[in-house]
């Protein structure tokens, strides 16, 4: 699948850009745009809780209680931690045969700030775990499908949200339209920064609206490996360590005996050794300038608890100058099984490798490596900052209008990182100037939110029934 992906683009390379077009005319054919508004599942559609279950067999198991427990809050808590469950059925919904890099789990919650190399806040994607190639309706479905979730919790009528997620189709739409205009450097330096975020909310929020967008920006600027420190540090007999926080931040020394921590810890430091060499050799020096102190295991996201996660602090020229990097468990993406194998070797080049595709500009230290030995087998994992200038809007105390911006900077942003992977001018040309895809959008995401809702529904069922474990945290 992946091979075959790689020849398409080659020969869209030697096409015209009228011949690209007509590619993507001719592909409405085959996945016309209002069939995307469908979704049927099959009558035996697999168990969410049996996929759910499935998945957390790899993983730590005193860990994936807590991930239940995650899941069975809200139904959009339960939209957040099921790409799995998604996957399977995006699958089998229509699609046009053009395909991007996609994020695999571009939920609202998935876009948010982080800070440019450059020292700019940027708005962009921010999470890979899932990301492959495959075709480009599946992210936009699943940011949809989570605008009408989340609208749902917020109590918002069904006009409302049907405004909220035609409008997001609307601005993939027309962003998509917009990059088949522009040439390939274009595409590639294309960036949604704080200024242009300011500039949208002072034309299309009240002043409640402005006021929340500045708190957010301003923090985002003081989130980083200080401030990390500062949180989840604390002096032990001189010497700066991770505080005890368990479940959420253990130290390595409250989880095994000292044998087994010993060997661990070695790991640790051989991993962050070894990484370095996927970084650019400026970035490789930078990172020996810092030394490794201390490591714990760090509990995160929802779908994501029960992988592998460590936060590793390292100090530079004094106490003062720390950096934390989070090691994360790299897993096969979900989609997989439907849009075919990476082309990578290991599944932590995987996500740096779509990360540093679909972003505007990554962290300076996103890398990854492949571990031998961890509970007793091989591993991979990406290693990034814990915090670089992050920050991100809460969904509940967003407003109709509020949701509607928000859900439209998050189209334009996937809109760019598709058009920077895929066939920018195929895609607008199969999109076209009418609302036919975007109407289409509207039906499949309440379609989809009545079916999250019942699978939400099915995961409380199994915690009631002591099916399965859930633990608060």
């Known amino acids: 699948m992946a091979r075959h992906a790689a020849s398409t683009e080659k020969d869209i390379r030697r096409l015209s850009a009228e011949e690209r077009a007509e590619r993507g005319r001719a592909a409405r054919r085959k996945a016309p745009r209002s069939s995307h508004g469908e979704f049927e599942p099959p009558a035996k559609r697999q168990d969410p809780v049996d996929v759910l279950e499935g998945q957390s067999a790899g993983r730590v198991a005193d860990l994936v209680p807590i991930r239940y427990g995650r899941m069975v809050e809200s139904p959009f ?74 609208g749902r919790e917020n109590g918002f009528s069904e006009r409302e949200r049907a405004v909220i997620v035609q409008s997001a189709g609307r601005s993939y739409r027309e962003q998509m339209r917009l990059y088949a205009t522009m040439g390939n450097l274009d595409v590639w330096y294309a960036r949604i920064d704080a200024e242009q975020l300011r500039a949208l909310a002072s034309t299309e929020l009240r002043s409640r609206g402005r006021k929340q967008l500045a708190e957010v920006l301003e923090k985002a600027r003081g989130r980083d490996s200080v401030q990390a420190a500062g949180k989840l540090t604390e002096t032990v007999a001189g010497e700066r360590r991770f505080t005890s926080l368990p479940p959420l931040v253990t130290p390595l020394s409250e989880l095994l005996p000292d044998e087994e921590r010993s060997a661990l810890e070695e790991q640790i430091r051989d991993l962050v050794a070894q990484y370095g060499q996927t970084l650019s050799t400026d970035r490789r020096h930078l990172l020996r300038e810092f030394t490794v102190v201390d490591m714990a295991r760090k509990v995160v996201g929802v779908g994501s608890v029960g992988t592998r996660c460590w936060i590793i602090l390292l100090l530079g020229r004094d106490d003062g100058d ?78 109709p209008r509020g949701m509607k911006v928000f859900g439209d900077v998050c189209a334009r942003t996937l809109a760019r990182a598709h058009a920077r992977s895929g066939d920018r001018i195929a895609i607008a040309a199969y999109l076209g100037r009418s609302e036919v895809f975007d109407r289409a959008l509207v039906r499949f995401a309440e379609a989809y939110a009545d079916r999250n809702e019942r699978d939400h529904g099915a995961l409380v069922e199994a915690v009631a029934s002591g099916r399965v474990a859930a633990e608060s945290a």
């Not at 720390?322 to 790299?330: F, G, H, N, Y």
């Open 77 to 150: 808590r339960f939209y957040r931690g099921a790409a799995a469950v998604m996957a399977a059925d995006l699958a089998r919904t229509p699609d046009s045969g053009l395909r991007v890099q996609l994020c695999g789990d571009a939920h609202m919650l998935n876009y948010g700030l982080l800070g440019s190399p450059e020292r700019n806040l940027l708005f962009d994607v921010n999470d890979f775990d899932e990301t492959l190639p495959g075709p480009w309706e599946w992210d936009v479905k699943r940011l949809t499908v989570s605008l009408a979730v989340a």
């Open 322 to 399: 720390p950096l934390i990097l989070q090691a994360k468990e790299a897993g096969e993406s979900v989609l997989a099984p439907y849009a075919g194998p990476c082309e990578q070797v290991t599944q932590g080049e995987r996500v740096v490798a779509g990360q540093r595709l679909m972003q505007a500009a990554s962290d300076i230290f996103l890398g990854w490596h492949r571990v031998q030995g961890i509970d007793g087998r091989e591993r991979d994992f990406y290693l990034r900052q814990l915090r670089d200038w992050k920050g991100s809007l809460e969904p509940a105390l967003m407003l």
